[in-house]
Nanobody, 118 residues
Framework: QVQLVESGGGSVQAGGSLKLSCTASYSRNCMAWFRQVPGKEREGVAGIDRNGRTNYADSVKGRFTISQEYAKNTLYLQMNSLKPEDTAMYYC???????????????WGPGTQVTVSS
């Protein structure tokens, strides 16, 4: 099973930026970011396939950018114009279905906390 480790979370003020990184133990056809707030359902944030095709949740379109260094098995999430409602634990994951934001994953990392204050 692929091992995933996220980094880059932290606390920022609204309007600020953060860049999350995720290192995988080996490459997969696609990868994704999802987030979760305690007591709430997972929310798919963004996904990317090995050809670089991306998809985003409506709530983050135009503000977040998913990218990868495929040869390095590294995934990124650049988050700009952050809002308090973006506060969550962010997870790097391997989806069962590439090209969708269905929150069903083969594996995921321990997560990194993002906190946005107003």
């Amino acid at each position: 099973q692929v091992q995933l480790v996220e980094s880059g979370g932290g606390s920022v003020q609204a309007g600020g930026s953060l860049k999350l990184s995720c290192t995988a133990s080996y490459s997969r056809n696609c990868m994704a970011w999802f987030r979760q707030v305690p007591g709430k359902e997972r929310e798919g944030v963004a996904g990317i396939d090995r050809n670089g095709r991306t998809n985003y949740a409506d709530s983050v379109k135009g503000r977040f950018t998913i990218s990868q260094e495929y040869a390095k098995n590294t995934l990124y999430l650049q988050m700009n114009s952050l809002k308090p409602e973006d506060t969550a634990m962010y997870y790097c994951a391997i989806p069962y279905l590439c090209g969708t934001l269905v929150t069903d994953y083969r594996s995921w990392g321990p997560g990194t906390q993002v906190t946005v204050s107003s």
